[in-house]
């Protein structure tokens, strides 16, 4: 199985920065892609921020300009820096990997982290 550990969320004020960090670890073969999605309160999970193997980025357009995904390879980490934030960025954050691993090719999910942005 693979393993998606997230850290660096917390309580910031509006126009503060995080950043957040979210490691694969198991059985990899190979990493397809890495992604953030992001669920506030009562609403559905929504992508924010997805790299794919290639280095090719795509973003929500709420958060262009603001957040910056990357990665590192060699660590099967991905990190969302997240810069200007408002408070409609307020929610759990979560990371998400397609990956080929010892049993074939599955995605999988991280437990989350929250973010909260106060006004």
């Known amino acids: 199985q693979v393993q998606l550990v997230e850290s660096g969320g917390g309580l910031v004020q509006a126009g503060g920065s995080l950043r957040l960090s979210c490691t694969a670890s198991g059985r990899i073969s190979r990493i397809n892609y890495m992604g953030w999605y992001r669920q506030a309160p009562g609403k559905q999970r929504d992508m924010v921020a997805v790299?794919?193997?290639?280095?090719?980025?795509n973003y929500a357009d709420s958060v262009k300009g603001r957040f910056t995904i990357s990665r590192d390879n060699a660590k099967n980490t991905v990190y969302l820096q997240m810069n200007t934030l408002k408070p409609e960025d307020t929610g759990v954050y979560y990371c998400?990997?397609?990956?080929?691993?010892?049993?074939?090719?599955?995605?999988?999910w991280g437990q989350g982290t929250q973010v909260t942005v106060s006004s």
């Open positions: 790299m794919i193997s290639g280095g090719s980025t």
């Open positions: 998400s990997a397609e990956v080929f691993y010892g049993y074939g090719l599955g995605s999988f």
